[in-house]
Protein backbone atom coordinates (compact mmCIF):
# COMPACT_ATOMS: atom_id res chain seq x y z
CA UNK A 1 0.00 0.00 0.00
CA UNK A 2 3.12 2.22 0.57
CA UNK A 3 4.30 1.71 -2.71
CA UNK A 4 0.94 2.57 -4.06
CA UNK A 5 0.44 5.66 -2.67
CA UNK A 6 4.63 6.78 -3.15
CA UNK A 7 3.80 5.69 -6.82
CA UNK A 8 0.23 7.96 -6.98
CA UNK A 9 2.23 10.85 -5.27
CA UNK A 10 5.35 10.31 -7.78
CA UNK A 11 2.45 10.45 -10.67
CA UNK A 12 0.75 13.30 -9.70
CA UNK A 13 3.81 15.27 -9.13
CA UNK A 14 5.33 14.51 -12.63
CA UNK A 15 1.50 15.55 -14.02
CA UNK A 16 1.37 19.22 -12.26
CA UNK A 17 5.56 19.85 -13.34
CA UNK A 18 4.28 18.80 -16.76
CA UNK A 19 1.34 20.53 -16.89
CA UNK A 20 2.80 23.84 -18.18
CA UNK A 21 5.80 24.29 -20.04
CA UNK A 22 7.15 27.17 -17.74
CA UNK A 23 5.66 29.22 -14.79
CA UNK A 24 2.54 31.23 -15.58
CA UNK A 25 3.10 34.70 -13.82
CA UNK A 26 1.85 35.67 -10.83
CA UNK A 27 -2.34 36.76 -11.42
CA UNK A 28 -2.90 34.94 -13.88
CA UNK A 29 -6.33 33.63 -14.55
CA UNK A 30 -6.80 30.64 -15.84
CA UNK A 31 -9.76 30.39 -18.70
CA UNK A 32 -9.29 27.43 -20.17
CA UNK A 33 -6.93 24.10 -20.52
CA UNK A 34 -6.93 21.47 -23.20
CA UNK A 35 -4.60 18.61 -23.95
CA UNK A 36 -6.97 17.22 -26.93
CA UNK A 37 -3.98 18.73 -29.08
CA UNK A 38 -6.58 20.22 -31.21
CA UNK A 39 -6.65 24.00 -30.04
CA UNK A 40 -4.60 26.23 -27.42
CA UNK A 41 -3.24 24.47 -24.86
CA UNK A 42 -3.30 26.94 -22.08
CA UNK A 43 -5.95 30.32 -22.43
CA UNK A 44 -5.62 33.32 -19.77
CA UNK A 45 -5.30 36.66 -18.69
CA UNK A 46 -3.37 39.04 -16.70
CA UNK A 47 -4.54 42.09 -15.53
CA UNK A 48 -1.73 44.37 -17.25
CA UNK A 49 -0.82 45.61 -20.30
CA UNK A 50 0.23 44.32 -23.26
CA UNK A 51 3.94 45.12 -23.38
CA UNK A 52 3.98 44.32 -19.67
CA UNK A 53 2.37 40.56 -19.96
CA UNK A 54 4.71 40.08 -23.10
CA UNK A 55 7.58 40.95 -21.26
CA UNK A 56 6.66 38.24 -18.07
CA UNK A 57 5.62 35.92 -20.78
CA UNK A 58 8.88 36.18 -22.63
CA UNK A 59 10.84 36.25 -19.32
CA UNK A 60 9.36 33.01 -18.15
CA UNK A 61 9.77 31.31 -20.69
CA UNK A 62 13.41 32.17 -21.46
CA UNK A 63 14.10 30.82 -17.59
CA UNK A 64 12.25 27.67 -18.92
CA UNK A 65 15.55 27.17 -21.48
CA UNK A 66 13.75 27.92 -24.74
CA UNK A 67 15.13 30.39 -27.13
CA UNK A 68 13.33 33.50 -28.53
CA UNK A 69 12.41 32.98 -32.34
CA UNK A 70 10.01 35.40 -33.46
CA UNK A 71 7.78 38.12 -32.93
CA UNK A 72 4.73 38.36 -35.33
CA UNK A 73 2.33 41.07 -35.49
CA UNK A 74 -1.62 39.90 -36.34
CA UNK A 75 -2.44 43.42 -36.78
CA UNK A 76 -0.97 46.36 -38.60
CA UNK A 77 1.42 47.66 -36.34
CA UNK A 78 1.57 44.74 -33.58
CA UNK A 79 -0.10 46.88 -30.90
CA UNK A 80 -3.33 44.69 -30.34
CA UNK A 81 -2.38 41.72 -31.09
CA UNK A 82 0.76 39.55 -31.77
CA UNK A 83 2.32 35.97 -31.92
CA UNK A 84 5.27 35.10 -29.96
CA UNK A 85 7.48 31.97 -31.12
CA UNK A 86 10.20 30.05 -28.94
CA UNK A 87 12.51 26.74 -29.74
CA UNK A 88 14.03 24.45 -27.37
CA UNK A 89 15.25 21.13 -28.96
CA UNK A 90 12.32 19.53 -31.29
CA UNK A 91 9.95 21.81 -29.67
CA UNK A 92 8.10 24.89 -31.01
CA UNK A 93 6.11 26.64 -28.40
CA UNK A 94 3.72 29.32 -29.74
CA UNK A 95 2.49 32.16 -27.55
CA UNK A 96 -0.67 34.52 -28.89
CA UNK A 97 -0.98 37.73 -26.82
CA UNK A 98 -3.64 40.03 -27.68
CA UNK A 99 -5.20 43.51 -25.63
CA UNK A 100 -9.07 43.67 -24.47
CA UNK A 101 -10.53 47.09 -24.22
CA UNK A 102 -10.88 46.82 -20.15
CA UNK A 103 -7.30 46.61 -18.61
CA UNK A 104 -6.72 42.80 -19.89
CA UNK A 105 -4.38 40.92 -21.88
CA UNK A 106 -5.49 37.96 -22.34
CA UNK A 107 -2.97 35.31 -23.76
CA UNK A 108 -2.55 31.64 -25.04
CA UNK A 109 -0.43 28.60 -25.70
CA UNK A 110 0.34 25.31 -27.51
CA UNK A 111 3.52 23.30 -28.40
CA UNK A 112 4.24 21.62 -31.57
CA UNK A 113 6.38 18.82 -32.21
Known sequence: MK???????LSAAV???AADPFELPKGTT??????????????GTLKRSMNDTKALL??????????FKFEIPID??????VLLTFEKKKDT???????HDGGETYFSYGITQ
Open 76 to 81: EKGEKQ
Open 3 to 9: KFLLLFL
Open 30 to 43: VISRDDTGKTWAFN
Open 15 to 17: AAA
Open 93 to 99: LLVMVWN
Open 58 to 67: KDAILKKGYK
